[in-house]
């Protein structure tokens, strides 16, 4: 644990304090969202990287074949079944249940899903808006299965990112591959545009080993509802959906969640989450232990 000294020392070295003061505040984003200069040989075209660094996402429509996606399906739906009856650090199951919510590092386990992590086409996309070699801070499939697919409240990545992993700067973003066809009924994610420009600074002191529960319900590092209806007023929510194989990139600070899957059709997505070789970890913000390496790489960053 640090000493009072030193917290204070890194305090002043941080551009985007958080679960230290006893009221939510926010905070003007200081760093860029596309950090390329956009030319005619970008992997975007201009509009697309206007609108990503405008609105802090971009929705594109069929960016994988279906054959690729079969190929994910399979293996998605190949774990699911392995891991009803295994146990792992990796996986995390529903709350108040033995149904699998979501399974970590899958780039780093997964053969299928390394290759995906590494995908040429896709690759291209994100060393373009972080302008730089990337690697993968996290990975998981999320399972959202019709009836009983629970909610993944609202939140800024970034946030705990910054506080529990010791992300520096907002030069990171998240990958959502539908593996099934996304609806708008079957707890998609939603977006609020724009958010991504300030920083919610959060309050309550973070636990040790936090991440235990978190990844089951989260209770720090959640917005509040005053700063979450002020974002939405001033913008909106949307909610990008579309085909197997469409892909959603999101900014790492862009406030997203997604409701629970009442519907019978279920959704389920492969997140990779890249940030920046030149953003890599540093000591917890929180001055706490770093959370495990399947959460936020640290060793094979």
């Not at 992997?43 to 996402?57: A, D, K, M, V």
């Amino acid at each position: 644990m640090q000493t009072s000294a030193q917290a204070k020392l890194d305090q002043v070295k941080d551009k985007y304090p958080s679960r230290l003061a006893d009221k939510p505040h926010r905070i003007k984003r200081q760093d860029p969202v596309v950090y390329s200069e956009w030319s005619s040989s970008a992997p975007l075209t201009r509009e697309q990287s206007e609108f990503y660094g405008q609105n802090g996402y971009l929705f594109v429509e069929g960016f994988f074949s279906a054959k690729e996606i079969e190929e994910w399906r399979k293996e998605l739906k190949r774990l699911q079944q392995h891991y009803l009856t295994v146990s792992s650090d990796e996986v995390i199951r529903e709350p108040g249940g033995d149904e699998v919510r979501s399974i970590f590092a899958v780039h780093r386990d997964n053969e299928v899903f390394h290759s995906t992590s590494s995908h040429p086409k896709l690759k291209q996309v994100v060393d373009y808006l972080l302008g730089s070699q990337t690697y993968v801070h996290q990975s998981r499939i999320n399972y959202k299965p019709g009836f009983t697919g629970k909610e993944f409240y609202w939140h800024s990545d970034f946030e705990t990112w910054h506080v529990e992993d010791g992300m520096p700067s907002m030069r990171a973003l998240s990958c959502s591959i539908a593996l099934e066809d996304n609806f708008v009924y079957n707890g998609s994610l939603m977006v609020i545009p724009g958010s991504h420009k300030e920083f919610i600074a959060c309050v309550g002191q973070t636990p040790e080993n936090h991440y235990k529960d978190s990844l089951r319900r989260q209770e720090y590092g959640v917005p509040d509802q005053q700063s979450l209806t002020e974002l939405a007023q001033q913008s909106s929510i949307e909610m990008p959906v579309g085909r197997a194989g469409s892909i959603l990139l999101f900014d790492c600070n862009l406030m997203h969640g997604s409701a629970s899957n009442i519907s019978p059709y279920p959704r389920s997505n492969v997140f990779i989450v890249y940030n920046s070789v030149d953003n890599r970890l540093q000591a917890p913000y929180s001055g706490q232990t770093p959370r495990p390496e399947f959460i936020a790489a640290r060793e094979q960053a």
